[in-house]
């Protein structure tokens, strides 16, 4: 099966979410991707407990964003150790990494130097601000930037405190935005035969997810506040929220209250079916849905919607996905066998590709799992591997 971007091989050093599930999509894709850890311990997120738990000594996380890698252990600090990479890097396309700017230019691992080892290097960072200003020096973490971004203020109810998101969802879209990148100045790299260094931070992904948000408000005199009753926007008007049925929960999404009350038997909902009026008074009209719902199952409400084709879901927990038929038919739940700890189920590609379709050809590895195998393909002799393990090189 041909794979996209088969051929192409990076050095990971990223952890945590936002490098790791970025190179991970690269190496769905067909990439080789190598992972540089610590010696010995790996990389960080594999022992960053799930609700307190590891599985088998390894953490979930881990385990969900590391797949199709090669794991190679290197001691950055030793001389021996830059040397190894800098003769990986000669034949590497891609260099990812997310430390703290400044970090690898102090192991002389910078894009300047490891440019002068392969001139046309595609060489991304992330950061949680960007290499540079005012806050470079500061911990970039996804709750740290929704609550700087301005995500968290939007989210919760008027006079309760600003609410994050669940999951990492900064982490996720600058991930996103790193895999983005890396094709992208591959293809021109393709075209020109230049490499060059790429920027991704969690702060810059943050503002632009709130592009239309933003754009109203450097635009409009309008100011947003927050919804007492529980409105799922403060940009949006009623009914737009969660509701509780007789059995869970249902989301109304934006629709004619004019229909919603013709089907809730709730005449009223009529005359505040304007866009101002439908804002300015969402704090009567959504407890006005909420008495009527609540006197009915889920199913009932979303069959009845359904006949007027009003955006409605049923609200899911994950016990509930894995048994919905969509997640079925889009096949994605996989499952992998782990060295270890036997057979894992990991969440597929989730797109879909006529030509060259994502595969899963490796689990998440063991902490320096192909170290040797990588320095034997780089010309290191088993003599100097051995030396190298006995003496804390890899």
Same mark, same amino acid.
């Given at each position: 099966? /041909?794979?996209?971007?088969?051929?192409?091989?990076?050095?990971?050093?990223?952890?945590?979410?936002?490098?790791?599930?970025?190179?991970?999509?690269?190496? $769905?894709?067909?990439?080789?991707?190598?992972? #540089? &850890?610590?010696? @010995?311990?790996?990389?960080?997120?594999?022992?960053?407990?799930?609700?307190?738990?590891?599985?088998?000594?390894?953490?979930?996380?881990?385990?969900?964003?590391?797949?199709?890698?090669?794991?190679?252990?290197?001691?950055?600090?030793?001389?021996?150790?830059?040397?190894?990479?800098?003769?990986?890097?000669?034949?590497? *396309?891609?260099?990812?990494?997310?430390?703290?700017?400044?970090?690898?230019?102090?192991?002389?691992?910078?894009?300047?130097?490891?440019?002068?080892?392969?001139?046309?290097?595609?060489?991304?960072?992330?950061?949680?601000?960007?290499?540079?200003?005012?806050?470079?020096?500061?911990?970039?973490?996804?709750?740290? #930037?929704?609550?700087?971004?301005?995500?968290?203020?939007?989210?919760?109810?008027?006079?309760?405190?600003?609410?994050?998101?669940?999951?990492?969802?900064? $982490?996720?879209?600058?991930?996103?935005?790193? =895999?983005?990148?890396?094709?992208?100045?591959?293809?021109?790299?393709?075209?020109?035969? &230049?490499?060059?260094?790429?920027?991704?931070?969690?702060?810059?992904? =943050?503002?632009?997810?709130?592009?239309?948000?933003?754009?109203?408000?450097?635009?409009?005199?309008?100011?947003?506040?927050?919804?007492?009753? @529980?409105?799922?926007?403060?940009?949006?008007?009623?009914?737009?929220?969660?509701?509780?049925?007789?059995?869970?929960? %249902? =989301? %109304?999404?934006?629709?004619?209250?004019?229909?919603?009350?013709?089907?809730? $038997?709730?005449?009223?909902?009529?005359?505040?079916?304007?866009?101002?009026?439908?804002?300015?008074?969402?704090?009567?009209? /959504?407890?006005?849905?909420?008495?009527?719902?609540?006197?009915?199952?889920?199913?009932?409400?979303?069959?009845?919607?359904?006949?007027?084709?009003?955006?409605?879901?049923?609200?899911? $927990?994950?016990?509930?996905?894995?048994?919905?038929?969509?997640?079925?038919?889009?096949?994605?739940?996989?499952?992998?066998?782990?060295?270890?700890?036997?057979?894992?189920?990991? #969440?597929?590609?989730?797109?879909?590709?006529?030509?060259?379709?994502?595969?899963?050809?490796?689990?998440?590895?063991?902490?320096?799992?192909?170290? *040797?195998?990588?320095?034997?393909?780089?010309?290191?002799?088993?003599?100097?591997?051995?030396?190298?393990?006995?003496?804390?090189? #890899?």
């Amino acid at each position: 099966m /041909k794979s996209a971007l088969e051929g192409v091989r990076v050095l990971d050093f990223t952890q945590m979410m936002l490098g790791p599930w970025g190179t991970q999509f690269l190496g $769905d894709m067909g990439a080789d991707i190598i992972k #540089i &850890e610590r010696p @010995g311990v790996g990389e960080w997120e594999r022992t960053l407990p799930a609700m307190g738990e590891l599985l088998g000594g390894v953490s979930p996380y881990f385990l969900a964003m590391n797949r199709n890698k090669r794991s190679v252990t290197v001691n950055l600090k030793d001389p021996r150790g830059k040397e190894i990479i800098y003769a990986l890097v000669k034949d590497a *396309d891609v260099v990812t990494e997310n430390y703290r700017p400044g970090v690898m230019d102090k192991l002389g691992l910078g894009y300047e130097d490891l440019k002068r080892v392969n001139p046309s290097i595609v060489y991304v960072a992330g950061s949680g601000y960007g290499p540079t200003g005012p806050y470079v020096t500061r911990p970039g973490q996804d709750l740290l #930037i929704q609550s700087m971004s301005g995500l968290a203020a939007q989210n919760g109810r008027a006079n309760e405190p600003p609410t994050p998101t669940a999951t990492s969802f900064v $982490d996720a879209t600058t991930a996103l935005m790193l =895999a983005f990148s890396t094709v992208t100045a591959l293809f021109h790299r393709a075209r020109t035969g &230049e490499g060059q260094r790429i920027d991704v931070s969690l702060f810059n992904t =943050a503002i632009a997810l709130q592009c239309q948000e933003l754009a109203s408000f450097m635009n409009t005199s309008a100011r947003w506040e927050r919804s007492a009753s @529980g409105i799922g926007s403060p940009w949006l008007a009623a009914p737009f929220g969660i509701y509780a049925t007789s059995d869970g929960y %249902i =989301a %109304i999404s934006m629709n004619s209250l004019s229909v919603l009350g013709e089907l809730l $038997d709730l005449p009223e909902l009529a005359a505040y079916d304007t866009p101002r009026a439908a804002y300015d008074q969402r704090d009567t009209i /959504k407890p006005l849905i909420e008495t009527r719902v609540c006197t009915e199952s889920s199913e009932h409400w979303l069959a009845l919607f359904a006949t007027r084709d009003l955006w409605c879901a049923k609200v899911q $927990d994950f016990e509930d996905l894995m048994h919905d038929p969509q997640v079925a038919h889009n096949d994605l739940i996989q499952t992998v066998e782990h060295p270890e700890l036997g057979p894992i189920k990991v #969440i597929g590609m989730p797109v879909r590709f006529s030509e060259t379709p994502g595969t899963i050809r490796l689990s998440p590895p063991l902490v320096g799992e192909h170290t *040797d195998e990588v320095l034997r393909a780089a010309g290191y002799t088993p003599e100097q591997i051995e030396t190298f393990h006995a003496e804390g090189v #890899i």
